[in-house]
Each structure stands twice: as C-alpha cells, then as structure tokens.
C-alpha cells in the first residue's frame, strides 16, 4: 500500500506560480509510475502529467505543456509539479497518483494509489 499526501496548494492570481508536493509514505515510489491529475467543479477528473519510475520520461496534457514540469526524489519519497503561468481554467482540486505500469498511463484507471487532493485556485 502507498498512501499519498499532496500539498502546496493555494490561491493565486492569473500569471502566478504554484508548486505542488505529493509526500508519500508506505512504499518506495522508486517502482511507481507517478502521476498528477485534476478536477475542476463539475467536470470529470484529468489528467495532468506523470513521470516514469526513474524520472527519465514526463508525460504532459495539451493544456499544460509548457507550463508546467513534474518531478520526483525517488530517496525522499517526493513528487512534485511546478506550474507557472496560471490560468483561471487551471482551477481545480489536484490528486497525485501512483501506478505500478511499467509504462505511463493518462486514464485514471492506470493508477491504482490516490491521494485526497490539494486545491489550487486561480484568480482573473
């Protein structure tokens, strides 16, 4: 079992930046396909980026590439996602994630460890 636990979420206004970190505990991600998805007020939770056990390979959705880069300390237990250049749409609940594929996946089925979410809100 991996339990996950995000934070650095915030308010921030359009422009801004936000780093967000994904603490986990239980197992070492080192074997773990880690990924960040989102979830805006009634709409269908997406995904955002995710990045292979080593840290090798990144995956980005269209809607972020660019903007933001996600990354992981396989010693310290620790994924993070830097975002920058926020937009009002990016608002939403961020989960991070773990999948024990062997290669990345973007469907939330992929991922078989959540986390309970931090809000990121971004103002116009």
């Known amino acids: 079992q991996v339990q996950l636990v995000e934070s650095g979420g915030g308010l921030v206004q359009a422009g801004g930046s936000l780093t967000l970190s994904c603490a986990a505990s239980?197992?070492?991600?080192?074997?773990?396909?880690m990924g960040w998805f989102r979830q805006a007020p009634g709409k269908e939770r997406e995904f955002v980026a995710a990045i292979s056990w080593r840290g090798v390979n990144a995956y980005y959705a269209d809607s972020v590439k660019g903007r933001c880069t996600i990354s992981r300390d396989n010693v310290k237990n620790l994924v993070y996602l830097q975002m920058n250049n926020l937009k009002p749409e990016d608002t939403a609940v961020y989960y991070c994630?773990?999948?024990?594929?062997?290669?990345?996946?973007?469907?939330?089925?992929?991922?078989?460890?959540w986390g309970q979410g931090t809000q990121a809100t971004v103002s116009s």
């Open positions: 239980g197992r070492t991600i080192s074997s773990y396909v």
């Open positions: 994630a773990a999948s024990a594929a062997t290669s990345i996946g973007t469907t939330a089925l992929s991922y078989a460890y």
